[in-house]
């Protein structure tokens, strides 16, 4: 990627944190992701629900699953 000037830019990383406690498992995040990014676990947490995880790449940093999560402190999304 280029910026105005013709330099090249490194391509901004961006990634969901979601906080294992405070997710509900709705999978509202998961099923919001345009990129499949997010999937629910395949083990419980210690309240016994699935919650959400990220699947390790393809996060372009749109937080469209952070404006669906019910739960406010539940996931955020880090951009470096």
Do not use: H, W
């Not at 090249?8 to 345009?34: F, L, N």
């Not at 699953?65 to 996931?75: D, I, R």
Request: proline share 4%; with cysteine.
């Amino acid at each position: 990627m280029q910026d105005k000037k013709g330099t090249e830019k490194s391509a901004r990383q961006a990634r969901p944190t979601i906080d294992d406690e405070e997710c509900k498992g709705c999978g509202r995040c998961v099923a919001a992701c345009p990129r499949k990014a997010l999937r629910l676990r395949k083990s419980i947490n210690r309240r016994g629900i699935l919650s959400a995880e990220y699947v390790g790449s393809g996060c372009t940093g749109c937080e469209i699953c952070f404006y669906n999560c019910p739960e406010f402190y539940a996931l955020k999304v880090e951009k470096t």
